[in-house]
């Protein structure tokens, strides 16, 4: 999305009408008092942002006890240094306003588009990850009563599709490498991309597969050999539709349930010599 991704979420937001209730999932990079007090300040959009925990956390977050719990958010935002400012204990943005001022190349210029002080009122919620002793920490402004604890840490896990969605984007179908110098190549490069990964997709769920044979497993199809093989059948003048499905439901996986990794944890690496690497 660039660097300015904020100001891109903020003009996305605002495009769209949200005649209906809409809840937003967001991780963290999206953490700013700005963007918390726009998604507070539109009708029908409720938000769920994962904020950091410890030193480099909101400075309201900092005070909570690293554990469960769910604790209302109110924090004042001010963009001057009055006196009157500082003894409310309100929150101050620098937002490099001042005319005839000249900032230092070290001083941290932020955006905040409200009148100040402006006022934020959301919850703070904090829950265990299983028994691992990890936590992850949620601002919402989703009512308490309709939505707990537990319900929040299931809508936070919804986001794991969207992770795997950007993955099977960005990596499976390469659309992170464009190949294009101008704006236009790079956008018809861009439109081919995302229509080749919704026929990938259509062509996966058309392709029959059972289960693993005895184990519960979810077997799944590799979305990476799937790819590589609609790539060839485009290429291919006359190619068989029936020999595609067979070809891909041959490049599958078993995915166990409840098998992951110790968050946390680095996996080491080793390392591959560069003869190895380079064909002769």
Same mark, same amino acid.
């Given at each position: 999305? @660039?660097?300015?991704?904020? $100001?891109?979420?903020?003009?996305?937001?605002?495009?769209?009408?949200?005649?209906?209730?809409?809840?937003?999932?967001?991780? !963290?990079?999206?953490? #700013?008092?700005?963007?918390?007090?726009?998604?507070?300040?539109?009708?029908?959009?409720?938000?769920?942002?994962?904020?950091?925990?410890?030193?480099?956390?909101?400075?309201?977050?900092?005070?909570?006890?690293?554990?469960? &719990?769910?604790?209302?958010?109110?924090?004042?935002?001010?963009?001057?240094?009055?006196?009157?400012? *500082?003894?409310? @204990?309100?929150? /101050?943005?620098?937002?490099?306003?001042?005319?005839? +001022?000249?900032?230092?190349?070290?001083?941290?210029?932020?955006?905040?588009?409200?009148?100040?002080?402006?006022?934020?009122?959301?919850?703070?919620? !904090?829950?265990?990850? $299983?028994?691992?002793?990890?936590?992850?920490?949620?601002?919402?402004? %989703?009512?308490?009563?309709?939505?707990?604890?537990?319900?929040?840490?299931?809508? /936070?896990? %919804?986001?794991?599709?969207?992770? =795997? @969605?950007?993955?099977? &984007?960005?990596?499976?179908?390469?659309? *992170?490498?464009?190949?294009?110098?101008?704006?236009?190549?790079?956008? =018809?490069?861009? /439109?081919?991309?995302?229509?080749?990964?919704?026929?990938?997709?259509?062509?996966?769920?058309?392709?029959?597969? @059972?289960? #693993?044979?005895?184990? =519960?497993?979810?077997?799944?199809?590799?979305?990476?050999?799937?790819?590589? &093989?609609?790539?060839?059948?485009?290429?291919?003048?006359?190619?068989? $539709?029936?020999?595609?499905? =067979?070809?891909?439901?041959? /490049?599958?996986? #078993?995915?166990? +349930? $409840?098998?992951?990794?110790?968050?946390?944890? %680095?996996?080491? *690496?080793?390392?591959?010599?560069?003869?190895?690497?380079?064909?002769?």
């Amino acid at each position: 999305m @660039g660097r300015d991704e904020q $100001g891109q979420l903020l003009a996305l937001i605002y495009r769209r009408k949200f005649t209906e209730p809409t809840i937003l999932v967001m991780d !963290r990079g999206y953490e #700013s008092y700005n963007t918390i007090a726009h998604c507070c300040n539109i009708p029908n959009l409720f938000f769920v942002l994962r904020v950091k925990q410890g030193k480099a956390a909101l400075r309201d977050i900092q005070r909570l006890p690293l554990e469960t &719990l769910d604790e209302p958010f109110s924090v004042t935002v001010t963009t001057s240094q009055r006196n009157i400012d *500082k003894e409310s @204990g309100w929150v /101050y943005l620098n937002t490099g306003s001042r005319k005839g +001022k000249t900032l230092s190349e070290k001083t941290r210029v932020t955006r905040f588009d409200f009148l100040a002080p402006h006022t934020i009122n959301c919850r703070v919620v !904090r829950f265990e990850i $299983g028994s691992s002793g990890h936590y992850e920490t949620l601002l919402t402004n %989703l009512p308490r009563d309709e939505f707990p604890v537990e319900e929040m840490e299931k809508i /936070y896990s %919804l986001r794991w599709r969207i992770e =795997q @969605g950007f993955d099977a &984007l960005k990596n499976k179908t390469e659309l *992170k490498f464009l190949h294009g110098r101008s704006d236009g190549c790079a956008l =018809q490069e861009l /439109y081919a991309k995302l229509t080749f990964f919704n026929f990938t997709s259509l062509i996966c769920r058309a392709v029959a597969i @059972g289960k #693993s044979s005895g184990t =519960q497993n979810e077997v799944r199809i590799s979305f990476k050999d799937a790819t590589d &093989l609609c790539r060839d059948f485009y290429r291919t003048p006359n190619a068989s $539709g029936e020999k595609l499905l =067979q070809d891909i439901s041959k /490049y599958t996986y #078993s995915n166990k +349930k $409840g098998r992951k990794a110790e968050r946390g944890t %680095l996996k080491p *690496k080793t390392f591959v010599a560069f003869t190895y690497r380079t064909s002769a």
